[in-house]
């Protein structure tokens, strides 16, 4: 009686993997498209569940999923944007792109650019805060979406690889799979705000 309670309490491995996996292709693509999503805690933390997990390709799924999302919504948004640069009025995506772009990032941007071509699209993924002005100056320099495509497929697969990386550290550490959670999104979270806190303490006077 109390295996037949437990059973129905727990859910199945294969219901979580149904639930999980399109969970995680749906945050990560969301999260592409509304860029105030921390994507990359929810790969990692996605790792660190699946580092625990008794299926063998578990790894191998979120890397794959994660990264297809993260590429389908960069694609996307892209996309959008260009359709906003060619319309008179703009367009909503653009103003968030624009929006997410201060104006010494998006000259740096255009340096790295103009400097190392869309080899500059990886780099920008795995920088904290760098994905948007890269991507909006490779919209002011009217590049076409293939080639868009071509320097965003490695970009989003090292992506993926370092934020998963990231949780099997973070699971590795810790015997349940809760506490690499915390300690994963703790790290990535810390990653992701301490270039913003650094830029705004160098800007602050000193007295």
Known sequence: MVLGAASTAVPPESTQQAVGYPSLFLLVLIG??????????LVSSAAVVALHHTAPLALTLVFLIA???????DVTLYWLGQRGMRSKNGSRWLETIRDRAPEDRLAQAQAKLGEHGIAVLTVSRLVPAGRIPVMLACLMARMPLCRFVR???PACLAWALTYQLIGILGGALFPEPWQGVLAAVA????ISTAPGVWRRMRRTPTP
Not at 67 to 73: D, E, H, K, P
Not at 187 to 190: A, R, V
């Open 67 to 73: 990264s297809l999302a993260a590429f389908l919504g």
């Open 151 to 153: 320097g965003d497929a």
């Open 187 to 190: 790290l990535t979270l810390t």
């Open 32 to 41: 592409a498209l509304v860029p105030v999503v921390p994507t990359g805690a």
